[in-house]
């Protein structure tokens, strides 16, 4: 048979009030002594509280929201496990909803998870189109955003310099003297690929290098998306010898495809990708990727909620991290450098 709270308080020798404002961590004073006991007892009697009903009478439910576009992505597992390990610690679960970059699904979790009465929200959100997001700012629902931020939208926000680590691939790639690079982005809808592409043509506009958009593809930040846009430029006959991809899942997909289309890399073909995901390192050659900091942005997220569920300022900030290049074999500069060595 299943304990009630009526047995715990028994068993303690104390009364039910006392039994809830233990479990339920209220403010009330409850000494030491007493509180012991009374753990004891929920312990030994293996005592579950409804922590749904606690919800429905403290408004707070001790859980929060997390809705990202696709956890089938490396990128997000770690940026998750941040978020988890911040809000463990502070005695709060979390509640993962994935999209699959559909934005009707993001509004629609968005709407059973204020049902669940979270107490708060973290978005890795799909679109530009915002409505949702800025209601939640109306409401003062306390929300932050994720590795992307839709323009319009006055929220908190723990987000990566694209602009940086975009600039950085292709500057990379032009030093090694390519000219002829190709740039695999993202769907036109998110922002955050409008934003690497910019910088994809920025860089090139300040090598004075004219943009072609032949060069260009929608990869769906998909493995497969990458392994097309390689079939697209060869069956055209597109002349590249460089691949810059806005995310290594597409970085990586069009290695597989030049692989299996007998083109050496990086001999033929030198590749650079963004993010810096656990297989970045693993495939071969080694991936040059852009790394994000992913944990860091998971916890910090998670701390900035903590605050705004703690009753901090509502006025919202935008914390900005630092990407990094990562120089592996892919890009061939390693090899470069090894073979420097060896001529001196």
Not at 36 to 49: G, T
Not at 97 to 114: F, G, I, M, V
Not at 316 to 338: F, H
Request: hydrophobic share 45%.
């Amino acid at each position: 048979m299943t304990a009630t709270i009526r047995d715990v308080a028994e068993a303690a020798g104390v009364s039910v009030a006392t039994v809830s404002r233990v479990v339920s961590r209220s403010e009330h004073r409850v000494s030491a002594a007493t509180r012991s006991r009374v753990l004891a007892a929920v312990a030994r009697l293996r005592y579950q509280p409804n922590l749904v009903a606690q919800g429905l009478k403290n408004r707070v439910t001790h859980t929060v929201g997390l809705i990202v576009p696709d956890i089938s992505n490396p990128f997000f597992p770690a940026i998750v496990r941040g978020i988890e390990d911040v809000a463990n610690q502070a005695g709060l679960a979390v509640l993962l909803c994935n999209t699959y970059e559909d934005l009707s699904k993001e509004r629609s979790y968005l709407a059973l998870l204020r049902k669940r009465m979270v107490d708060g929200f973290i978005f890795a959100t799909v679109g530009a189109n915002t409505e949702h997001l800025r209601m939640l700012r109306r409401q003062r629902m306390p929300a932050v955003l994720i590795a992307r931020a839709p323009g319009g939208v006055d929220m908190d926000a723990v987000l990566v310099d694209n602009r940086r680590g975009e600039r950085e691939a292709v500057e990379h790639l032009l030093r090694l003297g390519h000219r002829r690079i190709a740039f695999i982005g993202g769907p036109a809808i998110l922002p955050v690929a409008g934003e690497r592409l910019a910088d994809y043509r920025d860089a090139l506009g300040a090598a004075g290098i004219r943009f072609d958009p032949a060069l260009v593809f929608d990869g769906g930040f998909r493995p497969e998306g990458g392994a097309a846009a390689v079939e697209a430029l060869l069956r055209r006959r597109v002349k590249f010898t460089a691949i810059v991809a806005a995310n290594d899942l597409m970085a990586i997909g069009a290695m597989e495809d030049l692989h299996r289309r007998g083109r050496r890399l990086p001999g033929d073909v030198a590749v650079v990708g963004f993010d810096d995901i656990t297989f970045a390192s693993l495939v071969e050659p080694p991936l040059t990727t852009v790394a994000q900091p992913k944990y860091q942005m998971g916890r910090l997220a998670m701390e900035r909620l903590l605050e705004l569920l703690n009753g901090g300022t509502s006025r919202s900030r935008r914390l900005v991290l630092e990407p990094r290049l990562v120089v592996r074999e892919s890009c061939g500069a390693t090899l470069k450098r090894t073979e420097s060595k060896r001529s001196n």
